[in-house]
Nanobody
């Protein structure tokens, strides 16, 4: 079992920044990749970013490339998502997720999920 707890969401003006955290506990050594997804009201869940445990290689969704950065602190078992140049269309609930095997960066490929943290960007 892997437990994930997100934090760091909030309300920010357009152009602003936030840093989300995903604290993992449990069998964290067994995870292959940790990712972030987001879901806005009335929309499907969207892949945002992911980081691989073995070598910290990263992947990003097209809509966030160049603005968001995923990183990890191994000692703290925490994955971060730095959100810069935020726009109103970034408003969503952001979820942290973990997968045990390489199942790709689709939400169905991730087995463990956090409760989510709300990010709201005002114009």
């Amino acid at each position: 079992q892997v437990q994930l707890v997100e934090s760091g969401g909030g309300l920010v003006q357009a152009g602003g920044s936030l840093r989300l955290s995903c604290a993992a506990s449990g069998r964290t050594f067994s995870s292959y990749r940790t990712g972030w997804f987001r879901q806005a009201p009335g929309k499907e869940r969207e892949f945002v970013a992911a980081i691989r445990r073995s070598d910290s290689s990263t992947d990003y969704g097209d809509s966030v490339k160049g603005r968001f950065t995923i990183s990890r602190d191994v000692a703290k078992n925490t994955v971060y998502l730095q959100l810069n140049s935020l726009q109103p269309e970034d408003t969503a609930v952001y979820y942290c997720a973990a997968q045990l095997f390489n199942n790709g960066n689709v939400d169905t490929g991730y087995y463990y999920w956090g409760q989510g943290t709300q990010v709201t960007v005002s114009s």
